[in-house]
């Protein structure tokens, strides 16, 4: 396969294909925190969260989710669509933490009456900005039926997975999607891993994501190594 670096982010690479409709994505084990201020590695994550996003997004399509994935290519590689990158980041809640918790004032662990949708420019200038339908029309970011869309398909993505992690006995606190356009239709992008979702025991309520690594708590990698265990059986 002829590769080609066309984008290097925190986390990922993306690679050309010799196909122009598909990527290849490379998992790193670097991690940042506080919009980069933060910078480390989590041992094996890149594998981890390769194999984590790709069960997810297998999950998905069972459900009839439509998503960039197309297959595994190796530990830290997968093969997915090309995407246009809708510059808007959807963020769904369904207990308090994190910034929520803040701008609210609320302690975390609490239960939201009900779920929550939040959108944030995607600019790593600005710090991913929250904004809203108002901010996208005026910046021109994504169409009225883009953002549709992709708070549709982001409320059922929860409903997906907050019942099928409960199986496995974690709850899904919180978590952020990005979408794109592929041959005009708005497709599931990005990763789902625990970089990107807040994921706690239900019973212990113990933290099994990247909170470990923003807070210093400790056992990052055991805590990817759980959630892998847990979805797959897979130990690493
Ligand atoms: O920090 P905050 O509470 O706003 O994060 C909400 C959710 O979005 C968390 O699950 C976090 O992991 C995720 N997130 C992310 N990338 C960002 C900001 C937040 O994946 N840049």
């Not at 990527?23 to 980069?36: E, F, H, I, P, S």
């Not at 056992?219 to 265990?229: F, G, H, M, N, P």
Request: net charge negative.
């Amino acid at each position: 396969m002829m590769k080609q670096p066309i984008y290097e982010g925190k986390a990922k690479m993306m690679y050309t294909t010799d196909n122009a409709d598909e990527l290849l994505v490379y998992y790193k084990d670097d991690a940042t925190a506080l919009n980069g201020l933060k910078k480390g590695t989590i041992g094996n994550k890149g594998t981890m969260n390769n194999k984590i996003s790709a069960f997810f997004f297998n999950l998905l399509s069972q459900h009839g989710i439509a998503h960039h994935f197309i297959r595994l290519v190796s530990d830290r590689e997968m093969l997915v669509k090309s995407l246009e990158i809708l510059p808007v980041e959807v963020v769904v809640r369904n207990i308090s933490a994190g910034s929520l918790a803040k701008r609210i004032g609320w302690e975390e662990g609490r239960k939201m009456p009900q779920t929550v949708v939040e959108l944030y420019y995607k600019d790593d200038d600005l710090g991913d900005p929250m904004i809203n339908h108002y901010h996208i029309r005026a910046l021109g970011l994504a169409t009225d039926e883009q953002v549709h869309a992709m708070e549709e398909m982001a409320l059922k993505i929860n409903e997906i997975l907050s019942a099928y992690l409960l199986t496995k006995k974690i709850e899904l606190i919180d978590f952020k999607l990005e979408f794109g356009v592929h041959k005009g239709q708005v497709l599931l992008g990005d990763e789902i891993s625990p970089d990107t979702c807040r994921f706690w025991d239900s019973e212990t309520k113990q933290k099994l994501d990247k909170d470990r690594f923003r807070r210093d708590l400790g056992d990052v990698e055991e805590a990817y190594k759980e959630i892998l265990r847990r979805l797959t059986g897979e130990e690493l």
